[in-house]
């Protein structure tokens, strides 16, 4: 078992070394890593090439940059000294999203601002600062045991297409599967519940989502002469979208909701614990009720329960006035959100049988998917996570509680491909503003995370689960 790191050690050397560790954040977040603008491509290949030099100066004795069919990816590996070790992978992404003043940026996005205890610039949330907390972390997890390497084998993948959606990152996941093969998967690309109330991440949603187009007469006709006598595509469309749910809210596809893990009576106790205002969240939701399946509260509709959503429909005459048609065409956009236990490939086989079921003759239809992504969930008592609430107990000093994603990403292709359990660290809180002008950091909470690193190391070295050699 490895030492623990004493918390005032580990403290001193955070604070010795703070004025540092934010001068090379800010000096990280002035490259416009935007992957998903093909005039800063350079910029995401040198965003890469900054963090494989830092990781290296960090300690890393492997730091690389990966390449891939669109934007490079950056590698670390850092042994332990321990050959019975677990091996801890950590994730996140160098990329950012566009900005620019004109979006409403109180100050250039590119060139980092400190106020009021806030680091102001774009990827100070997401993802750079969460990323580059764990090179300040692992060197105070050394300080503080006065080892050479980590109480871990620790390992880095940082990619740089996350905010262009990952198109590369599971054929990369794939090809490297030997080189990012861990016992525990770390992702460090998300938030807690608030400043006051820390929390774990223990699991996302996945996705897949359909695109269908509805043909009928093979062109627009004259409704006088041929409506009531013929099929009408938008007719079928809507008819379909009526029939994707019942009166409870429930989804109707066959077999949508076989194996999926239901939420225990322990979990909805903790989500209850929650500080949640429906009202507030309706006011940022931009809406003016709360909906959805029977029997369940907002939170858990959100986090832990699959939905359906219908993300468009189109046909016929949208122009002024009026134009008796019957048309030759509707479409439909659906998404589905997936929870622990369904397949995306399952679920794919799902609806196109019940979409096959309700189209009439007359009609032809086309259904067509995107990639899926599959959910993660972590059980509340694995020991990895259980390493994780502690570590971040110790550094905020209170009681850790527990949340979800409701969105859906890369993270559960490390898990399918490595076949290691996702654990998610993060810092960031609601008021960061991910995706939206003048986002920020708030130093107090990079600093919790850069502590909790400190001490996650031991800990798992001691708690998680071994790959038998």
Known sequence: MSDTPPDSVVRTYIDTHRAAFLDDLAEWLRIPSV???????????????????????TGFPVAEVWETDGAPAVFAHWPSEDPQAPTVLVYGHHDVQPAAMADGWHTDPFEPVV???????RGAADDKGQVFFHTLGVRAHLAATG???????????VEGEEESGSPHFRGLVESRAAELAADVVIVSDTGMWSETTPTVCTGMRGVADCEIDFHGPDQDIHSGAFGG???????????????LHDDEGRVTVPGFYDGIAELTGA???LIAELPFDESEWLRKAKSHAASGEAGYSTLERVWARPTAEVNGIAGGYQGPGGKTIVPASAHLKLSFRLVSGQDPYEVEAAVRDWVAARIPDGIRHAIRFGAPTRPCLTPLDHPALQSVVRAMGRAFGQKIRFTREGGSGPAADLQDVLDAPVL????????????????KVELDLLLKGVE????LWGDLAAAAPRTPA
């Open 267 to 269: 979990e909805r106790a």
């Open 452 to 455: 909790t690193v400190a001490y």
């Open 424 to 439: 998610f660290l993060g810092i960031s809180v609601p008021s960061d503003g991910w995706h939206s002008p003048n986002e």
């Open 229 to 243: 006598a013929v099929p009408n595509p938008a007719t079928v469309a809507a008819r379909l979208v009526a029939a």
């Open 147 to 157: 080892a050479a390497a980590p109480a871990v084998n620790l390992k880095l993948v």
């Open 35 to 57: 992957s998903a603008q093909p005039e800063h491509a350079g910029d995401v290949r040198r965003s890469a090439e900054w963090l494989a030099v830092k990781l290296k100066e």
């Open 115 to 121: 106020k009021d205890g806030r680091m102001y610039g």
